[in-house]
């Protein structure tokens, strides 16, 4: 199983930067970095993935280590609507991504 | 993005009575959909990979009898719970990968099923 490691919650102040940690370690060569994310009752929502490369979209910001072994998802405004668990994962791109969640981080977006 | 929906989003049954799940790719094709399960305040766990036109490829510690997928189209993957028992009550979420250069899984919102 790919495993990650990542906090088991984190605080944020709505309107400030929340900076999201993940190590995995065990990455391989050809396997993408996703983060995806799960609020309350609802079905996980794709957030971001990468390769080596910092990444950034509309949601978020990517930043991966250069020996890739962590990486940090960045939300760079945080709002109460960002209150939920954040899962990261890496997969290979090829074949079907058969995806293991770990625990992932709560976030609590405080106002 | 792409979007999956489940239906029914939530369903209370007896035990002992079998209920199915329905997990539909609005607007894209895919060959593989996966079924996870998610009880409270824990993690998704990956119950099958469900290929389109074959059979299931379960988890270990995943009865195939109980838990029963059909992928007959490239848009709908069917979960049927059989002789469901309260243990089996769960959140139900299914997801789908779509190909637009590198892979993306959508997510379904999920079905929360409660077995009494």
């Known amino acids: 199983d790919a495993k990650t490691t990542q906090p088991t919650s984190m605080d944020c102040a709505e309107g400030r930067a929340a900076n999201l940690p993940c190590n995995h370690s065990?990455?391989?060569?050809?396997?993408?970095v996703y983060w995806y994310r799960q609020i309350h009752s609802q079905g996980p929502q794709y957030i971001i993935h990468?390769?080596?490369n910092n990444e950034t979209n509309e949601m978020a910001s990517l930043i991966i280590t250069e020996d890739r072994k962590s990486s940090t998802l960045i939300l760079p405004h945080a709002t109460l609507r960002d209150t939920a668990v954040y899962y990261c994962?890496?997969?290979?791109?090829?074949?079907?991504?058969?995806?293991?969640f770990g625990t992932g981080t709560k976030l609590q977006v405080i106002p | 993005g792409a979007v999956v929906s489940q239906h029914p989003s939530w369903v209370i049954c007896k035990s002992g009575t079998s209920v199915k799940i329905e997990c539909r790719s609005l607007?894209?094709?895919?060959?593989?959909m996966f079924w996870y399960r998610q009880f409270p305040k824990q993690s998704l766990m990956l119950m099958a990979t469900s290929n389109e036109g074959s059979k299931a490829t379960y988890e270990q510690g995943v009865e195939k009898d109980k838990f029963l997928i059909n992928h007959a189209s490239l848009t709908l993957s069917t979960l049927t719970v059989t002789s469901a028992h309260p243990e089996d009550s769960s959140f139900y979420i299914c997801?789908?990968?779509?190909?637009?250069?590198?892979?993306?899984?959508?997510f379904g919102p999920g079905t929360r099923l409660t077995v009494t």
């Open positions: 994962i890496h997969t290979y791109s090829g074949g079907y991504q058969k995806v293991t």
């Open positions: 065990t990455i391989s060569g050809n396997e993408y």
């Open positions: 997801s789908a990968t779509i190909w637009e250069g590198e892979p993306e899984q959508y």
């Open positions: 607007d894209f094709q895919a060959t593989t």
């Open positions: 990468g390769l080596k």
